[in-house]
């Protein structure tokens, strides 16, 4: 019998060079799917990875954890190069650039495996074809980062505009997460909730909005908001990724917007106290929660 996955993560991953205000240089591997994977998996769900890399750095793999046959390449002729230049403590204002792109992801390349959400987990427009979240939308259930159809790469320059197809494709998006300034450029609103609520009205069934003081969420009915609390942010890179990834995988095993909220939050708090991937477990994240959110 085929193995369930409660969902599939697919995305480019990428060689990134991160330089942060005082001029310190970091190499590694980022992208969207490197972050989200970690932090869906450590709730407990049973996550499979679909990584957009040229075939020889299939050793990138190896920092979404987990085992081999939960992940596939799927190949392309160059692997994601990102390079991000941060100009203040806090990691709020930076500027990001793209030396190279990989190819789309194609439904003819999908793994052939079961799985009940497909989250496309983006970096630039253009990674994610229209076809393919059609396809996908008559598959199962989809889920969406904006950044993957605001950010586009003109030569190798990072530049956000509107989603153009925004009210044909939000319909389809069980779960749809933007940060702030996302949310701003997709509605005009600078109120998150105003925001999400426009969302949700375009179709989005439910939403999330990352911001560095607070994470929402919100279905049309219920609108919860829980307080980051980490107490450094030496690993800021990643943080929208892990909410994400950690908020939809939370939700397709059973939690409630509100208790997978405040996962979420809780895990995005921990994991910017550190450089790199989410790399705790869920008792680590529950013993955060009890210590910074549940305190007396």
């Not at 990691?91 to 799985?115: G, H």
Request: charged share 25%; with cysteine; glycine share 8%.
């Amino acid at each position: 019998m085929n193995k369930q996955y409660d969902l599939m993560i697919l995305g480019p991953a990428t060689r990134d060079v991160n330089i942060d205000y005082t001029g310190e240089e970091d190499r590694c591997v980022g992208g969207a799917v490197t972050f989200c994977t970690p932090a869906a998996r450590a709730t407990g769900a049973s996550v499979f990875a679909a990584v957009k890399i040229a075939p020889e750095d299939s050793d990138m793999l190896a920092a979404l954890g987990g085992s081999p046959e939960d992940a596939a390449v799927l190949p392309s002729r160059k692997t994601t190069l990102m390079r991000n230049e941060y100009f203040t403590a806090d990691r709020e204002r930076r500027n990001a650039s793209c030396p190279a792109q990989s190819d789309p992801i194609t439904p003819e390349e999908l793994p052939d495996v079961s799985c009940r959400l497909y989250h496309l987990a983006g970096l630039l427009y253009g990674d994610f074809p229209n076809g393919l979240i059609e396809y996908l939308c008559g598959r199962g259930m989809v889920s969406a980062d904006a950044q993957s159809f605001l950010r586009h790469n003109e030569n190798g320059t990072m530049r956000f505009h509107d989603w153009s197809d925004k009210l044909r494709y939000l319909p389809c998006m069980d779960f749809f997460k933007t940060d702030a300034a996302e949310a701003e450029i997709l509605t005009g609103l600078t109120d998150r909730v105003a925001a999400a609520k426009q969302l949700h009205n375009w179709g989005a069934k439910e939403i999330v909005i990352s911001h560095n003081s607070e994470i929402l969420a919100y279905d049309g009915s219920t609108m919860r908001t829980y307080p980051v609390k980490s107490r450094n942010l030496s690993g800021r890179t990643g943080r929208g990724d892990t909410v994400f990834g950690s908020y939809i995988a939370m939700r397709m095993i059973g939690a409630d917007l509100g208790e997978a909220l405040l996962y979420a939050t809780a895990c995005t708090s921990l994991k910017m106290e550190t450089p790199g991937v989410f790399r705790g477990t869920r008792q680590d994240v529950e013993n955060y929660i009890r210590q910074f959110y549940q305190a007396r």
